[in-house]
């Protein structure tokens, strides 16, 4: 089973998307050697959190609905208090999307 492919929608992802969609329009690489490099960012990208992020937040909402599929929860909140020490951030929606990594062979 290959990474989860979670982060390809961020900003980073789709900088890295639209770099390479980009090469190959260029003719600088090929459509496979792009596939290869959003696999290799996957795994790097999930190992990453995985192993160098030690920050921990606190949140407290009101949760709207949820879902757990395919071994993948999905939590929809509102009014949403983030807390990490000092710093206090509130938002009206957040979309919160967990994945078992334990079981993710990489």
């Known amino acids: ?11 980073l992802g789709h900088t890295l998307q639209e770099s390479l969609d980009e090469l190959i329009q260029c003719g600088q690489i090929t ?13 790097a990208i999930n190992n990453a959190l995985a192993t160098r992020v030690r920050n921990r937040i606190t949140f407290k909402g009101r949760l709207n609905t949820y879902r757990f599929c395919d071994n993948v929860w999905t939590f929809v909140l509102n009014n949403v208090d983030f807390r990490e020490v000092q710093d206090f951030a509130k938002v009206d929606k957040v979309k919160i999307v967990a994945c078992d990594g ?5």
């Not at 089973?1 to 961020?10: E, F, I, P």
């Open 31 to 43: 459509p496979q050697l792009a596939l290869k490099v959003l696999l290799q960012f996957d795994k």
């Open 102 to 106: 334990k079981s993710e062979k990489t």
């Open 1 to 11: 089973m290959s990474a989860y492919q979670l982060y390809r929608n961020t900003t």
